[in-house]
Every structure is written in structure tokens, then in C-alpha cells.
């Protein structure tokens, strides 16, 4: 079946502009998850959804970061006024429920460049 | 979050097994221990989960000490599709659900 897919691919942006970054998770998974995998750095969390569950926001790193759930599935990641350091892959995965034996199907990610 | 310890890097012979270790000293009594892996250019992948018991999959097998302050991950004929980080992660039963990516440990495969 289909798996979790992210667009763009690969975005490359100015310094200053806004971005949007799409994910579609598996149907039916109910619990969403963002990360950003900086060059050469492990992967960092940045939010989470799990149903109708106010979000985890705990990982964003700053205020300029949003991400929004639709319909309980399509999410969207928000970069307003990017920085250069703001540059990574963004991942998003997705699993069943929310839950410590639960695995997350991960995306391809967005590359995202800010210039 | 109890910390997992793994070694930077490893390499293998192709058909050969490889043992993937962990070091999970401070872990709690509810806490999984699940292997992901991120080939080149991809997003992570989910290998294997475990609790107390060992565990078999097609992918791998979970080997988990009987104090379970380590593990191993065995993959039982490398192949070179198998190089990649290898992550080692706790799961919390409560808290934040995501995963704490450590460094991981890169699995070199030589044909």
C-alpha cells in the first residue's frame, strides 16, 4: 500500500521567506509525527498529533515553526521567516496510535536549503 | 529519557552475520527497546522492537540481556542493502511519544 509521502522533494528558499511543507501519513494512522535531520546531525522531533489531542509542540525550536493537522490526516509544517539555519530534511512519519510499542512509518523527507 | 549507548561505526563482510550492540544501563522496567535504520538518502526504517523476550522478524533478530541494561541486534546474513545508521531508541510508556534518535552506529558492508 501506499506509505507516507512528503512534497516538495526538495525546496530551496531565500532567507526571509515563508515555507510550507506538506505530509500525507498512511490512511488510517492516527498519530503524526514531524522531525528535522540536520547535515550530518541525528534526528530531532519537533511536534507531534495524535487524534483530536491538542499537539505536542514541545520540539519546536522556535516560534517561527508551526505545523497544522486537517481532517485528522494531511499536515502541514510552516517556516515563517526562514534562516539559513534552518536548512535540513524535514521527515515525517506517521503510526497507528500514538504508543511505545507502536512503529513510525517515516516519509522521504523534504530537503529544504535556505539561502 | 534513559540514554542508549552504541558504538559509532562497524563493518561487516557480505553473508556474514553482524551484531549490533546497545548499551541501555538506566533503563526503566517499562521501556522498549526499538532498532531503527536510515539507508542513504531515506527516512528512518523500523526494524525490530522488544521488551524482555528475544525477537525474531524477517528482518533481524532482537537479542535482550537478562538484566536488560544491553541489547543486540543481529542481522543474520548482511547484504549490501544493509548499510545504514542503525538506532538504537527507548520508548517510553508515558510522556512524549516520539522517538530520541541517538547517533546511531553506521554499518559499513564490504562485498
Known amino acids: 500500500g501506499a506509505g507516507v509521502s512528503q512534497s516538495p522533494s526538495n525546496k530551496v528558499t531565500e532567507k526571509g521567506k515563508d515555507v510550507e511543507l506538506r505530509c500525507d501519513p498512511i490512511s488510517g494512522h492516527t498519530a503524526l509525527y514531524w522531525y528535522r535531520q540536520s547535515l550530518g546531525q541525528g534526528l530531532e522531533f519537533l511536534i507531534y498529533f495524535q487524534g483530536n489531542s491538542a499537539p505536542d509542540k514541545s520540539g519546536l525550536p522556535s516560534d517561527r515553526f508551526s505545523a497544522e493537522r486537517t481532517g485528522g490526516s494531511v499536515s502541514t509544517l510552516t517556516i515563517q521567516r526562514t534562516q539559513q539555519e534552518d536548512s535540513a530534511v524535514y521527515l515525517c512519519a506517521s503510526s497507528l496510535a500514538a504508543g511505545e510499542v507502536r512503529e513510525q512509518y517515516f516519509g522521504p523527507g523534504t530537503r529544504l536549503t535556505v539561502t | 529519557d534513559a540514554k542508549t549507548t552504541q558504538p559509532n561505526s562497524m563493518e561487516s563482510n557480505e553473508e556474514e552475520p553482524v551484531h549490533l550492540p546497545c548499551n541501555h544501563s538506566?533503563?526503566?522496567?517499562?521501556?522498549?527497546i526499538h532498532w531503527y535504520r536510515q539507508l542513504p538518502s531515506q527516512g528512518p526504517e523500523y526494524v525490530i522492537h522488544g521488551l524482555t523476550s528475544n525477537v525474531n522478524n524477517r528482518m533481524a533478530s532482537l537479542a535482550i540481556a537478562e538484566d536488560r541494561k544491553s541489547s543486540t541486534l543481529i542481522l543474520h546474513r548482511a547484504t549490501l542493502r544493509d548499510a545504514a545508521v542503525y538506532y538504537c531508541i527507548l520508548r517510553v510508556s508515558t510522556g512524549r511519544r516520539a522517538l530520541t534518535f541517538g547517533s546511531g552506529t553506521r554499518l559499513q558492508v564490504q562485498p
Open positions: 538506566t533503563i526503566s522496567g517499562t521501556d522498549y
